[in-house]
């Protein structure tokens, strides 16, 4: 409904539900509604992000994990990449990581925005920008 509702350029965090539980998480138990909800969310435009803070949490992953980032490139959706930096010393944390793991879930893109207007700029250009 967030992504149907025309008020976001880009969504967060959608399995961060596996960090309540960690030991009890099993992606594929909840597959078809994750399937469902990239259904919907791929129908509006509208972007997913990949947060790396989710490698500090409980269940040590990026969110989403790489079996739903491959859910979403098969649905054709955008990709920002995040880390939560909520100090200055995590601004950009894991970006490598993230943009290698996209990669890896066959993306070719990562998406910023810049007054609400979606940018795309390929992997490989993201990756050589770094420092």
Known sequence: ???ESGLFDTLAHPDLIKNEKPKQWDFEAVR???ARALDRI???GV?????TSGL???FPEMNPSPAQLVMMRE??????????AHTPLRVGDGYEQA????QAAGYENVSFFL??????????EALASLR
Do not use: H, Q
Request: hydrophobic fraction near 50%; aromatic fraction near 4%.
């Open 1 to 3: 409904m967030s992504a």
């Open 32 to 34: 078809p509604w994750a």
């Open 42 to 44: 791929a129908a509006t």
């Open 47 to 51: 972007a997913m992000e990949l947060n």
């Open 56 to 58: 500090f949490k409980a």
């Open 75 to 84: 649905r054709g959706i955008p990709v920002v990449v995040g880390a939560d």
């Open 99 to 102: 943009l290698r793991t996209l």
């Open 115 to 124: 007054e609400r207007k979606r940018n795309d700029v390929p992997i490989t």
